[in-house]
């Protein structure tokens, strides 16, 4: 037999196990296959818990303040913590803004401006671990929360902002968290 007749039956063979193991629903690298996996809802080897498909319910502010901003003299921004709700390995912050800034000054400002043109730089404080949070990345390196620069908010209407962080152990109850340059709100519970 010719080398290259060899080589045709090699792949043919190849060829059809996988094909067998597809239809199967068994994965040649031995873990689940792909439409398996995409049906549990699980990654790297952890499930996360199956629901209904829906939304996060803003509801009720866990905990909310009022605090001066820098874009104005006598400008204040209501700030109002959502909850923070841990699904699988990721844990959703969810914020609301309410800009209230005097007649004459900015109409649509953003939160980097309510901060005084500082980013928010977002954290979650785990006083059980003595750790710090920070808001991750994705795949394109860019942090999935909604973006303080671009995202505007009417005077005196509300804005929901998102943060998405990495989970913190099951053993943490409650974080500490730090918006922008204004005071850090304490004991947020997270909701699992």
């Excluded at 199967?24 to 996996?37: D, F, I, K, N, R």
């Excluded at 700030?79 to 800009?99: D, E, N, S, W």
């Excluded at 990345?137 to 909604?146: A, Q, V």
Aim: proline residues 8%.
């Amino acid at each position: 037999m010719r080398l290259s007749t060899r080589l045709a039956t090699a792949a043919a063979t190849a060829a059809l196990l996988l094909a067998t193991g597809a239809l199967t629903g068994c994965s040649p690298l031995g873990g689940e296959s792909s439409s398996a996996g995409a049906r549990s809802g699980g990654s790297a080897g952890e499930a996360v818990a199956e629901g209904e498909p829906g939304f996060d319910n803003t509801g009720e502010p866990v905990t909310k303040g009022t605090f001066d901003s820098p874009i104005a003299p006598g400008a204040k921004v209501d700030i109002a913590i959502m909850g923070l709700k841990v699904r699988g390995r990721l844990a959703t912050l969810l914020t609301q803004f309410t800009p209230r800034i005097p007649p004459g000054g900015e109409d649509n400002p953003n939160p980097y401006e309510l901060n005084g043109r500082n980013g928010l730089g977002t954290s979650l404080i785990d006083p059980v671990n003595l750790k710090r949070y920070v808001v991750v990345k994705d795949s394109s390196g860019k942090e999935l929360e909604t973006h303080d620069i671009f995202t505007h908010i009417a005077n005196n209407q509300t804005g929901n902002f998102s943060f998405t962080f990495a989970a913190p152990p099951e053993n943490v109850k409650a974080v500490d968290v730090q918006i922008g340059s204004w005071p850090t709100f304490r004991n947020i519970p997270v909701e699992r």
